[in-house]
Every structure is written in C-alpha cells, then in structure tokens.
C-alpha cells in the first residue's frame, strides 16, 4: 500500500505570493491533518481535516487555509507569504480522527526569499 | 492545555550504551502519548504509543517507553545504540477527545559516536 504522497516535495516562492500545497493520505485513509517544522518554532499543528469538513484548527493566521475533497485528498494554501513562512510542512493521515495512530508523508519544503 | 517538554535538545552516546531520552507532558485528560524519529530530510515516522493499556510500551528497532502518571513522563529508551539510530527524536501527546491533534516536543537530536 502506497504512503502519504506530499507535492511538491520542494518550492520557492517570493514574499507576497501564494502556494498551494497537495496531500494525497494512503487509500482508505479519511483524515489527514497539516504541521508545519520550522527550526524555531518545532512542529506545529495546522488543521485537521475529515469528510471534507475541517475538525481542528491550530494557532495560525487566517493566511493559511486548506481543504478536503471527496477522495479524501487535501491541499494547503497560504496567501501573502512571509519570510517567516519557509518550513517543512508535513501531511499526515489516519483511518479516522479516533484512529490515534497517524501516518507521515515526506514533507513539503517551501522557501519564501 | 497540553504540553510537552523534552529534556536535552541534543544526545550523544557510543555505539552499543544505553540510549534514554526524556519526555515529560501536560494534559487535563488521560493522554496518548507517542514517539516519532525523523531522519534527515524525511517525514516522521512512528516508533511507539501508549493508549493506556500497558504502561510499558515496546517500539520499533528496539524501543521501548514506560508511562508514568505519577511523573508524567515518558522517557525512550534503548539498550545498546547502533549507527543508524542518529536521527531527530520527537515526543508527541493528543488528547482522545481532540482528535488526531498532536502537541510536539522540541525534538532530541540523537548522535552516535562509533
């Protein structure tokens, strides 16, 4: 069974675009859930998405938005970009939001010059 | 609010001693508690979680943590570490009731001198 597939793997982008970033979960899979790693600031948790409906929201600004389509797939996207935005963003799916056990994919590295 | 705090922002043992980095939490409500490794330039991967059955919990590559309430902690360990064990550890808690909602640890970078 393939894993969570993240694309891009890699982007750069300037300061005041936009980006939209894809997660496909592993099949079967219906919640995937975002983080974004930055050196300074860890691991942080975006949303959490679950029959196209988002379930949890983490501490960010309404710059960052995502969504989930009937497939279960989801994108990510910020708008406005800042420097401070640069950071590994990771996808991670689970069966369901009670399943506990979450699956990571690679990541999408973004650079915001 | 839950919390996790990991003591140790870089380990570094031999090859073949014990390795044992710390976790200690926060969490109003009886927690799931998990650790992930990350190699370089890759996602994270799960080594072991506590659902509150066994308070010692066996993992993958010889892990293994054991929960303990009284000292909300939840420290990993391995007996002897090898090479391949040199990674980014992090110690992660959700709350049944938030889904699957993780709060990260700073992370523990592990170096294995040969």
């Known amino acids: 069974k393939a894993g969570v597939t993240q694309t891009p793997r890699y982007l750069i982008k300037t300061r005041g675009q936009q980006v939209t970033l894809s ?13 974004q790693q930055t050196p300074g600031q860890g691991l942080q948790f975006l949303f959490e998405y679950f029959s196209e409906t988002q379930r949890n929201k983490g501490n960010f600004p309404g710059r ?10 989801s994108e990510m996207n910020v708008s406005t970009l800042e420097l401070g935005d640069s ?11 009670s399943s506990i056990e979450q699956f990571f994919g690679p990541g999408t590295r973004l650079t915001v010059l | ?4 705090t990991q003591l140790g922002s870089h380990v570094s043992v031999s090859e073949g001693a014990l390795v044992l980095l710390r976790c200690n939490y926060s969490s109003s409500v009886p927690p799931y508690l998990f650790w992930y490794v990350q190699y370089p330039n ?9 659902t509150s059955a066994a308070t010692l919990v066996k993992g993958i590559n010889g892990f293994e943590a ?21 990674a980014e550890y ?11 909602m993780l709060t990260f640890g700073g992370g523990t970078r592990l170096m294995v001198k040969p």
């Open chain 1, 23 to 35: 997660c496909s979960p592993i099949s079967g899979h219906r919640s995937v859930s975002w983080y």
């Open chain 1, 64 to 73: 960052f938005s995502g969504r989930q389509f009937s497939n279960s797939r």
């Open chain 1, 87 to 97: 950071a590994l963003y990771l996808c991670a799916s689970s069966l369901e939001p």
């Open chain 2, 1 to 4: 609010a839950q919390s996790v």
């Open chain 2, 42 to 50: 890759q996602g994270l991967q799960l080594l072991l979680k506590y």
């Open chain 2, 66 to 86: 054991e929960f303990k309430k009284s000292e909300t902690s939840f420290h990993l360990t391995k007996p002897s570490a090898h090479m391949s064990d040199a």
């Open chain 2, 90 to 100: 992090f110690c992660a808690v959700s709350e049944g009731n938030a889904g699957n």
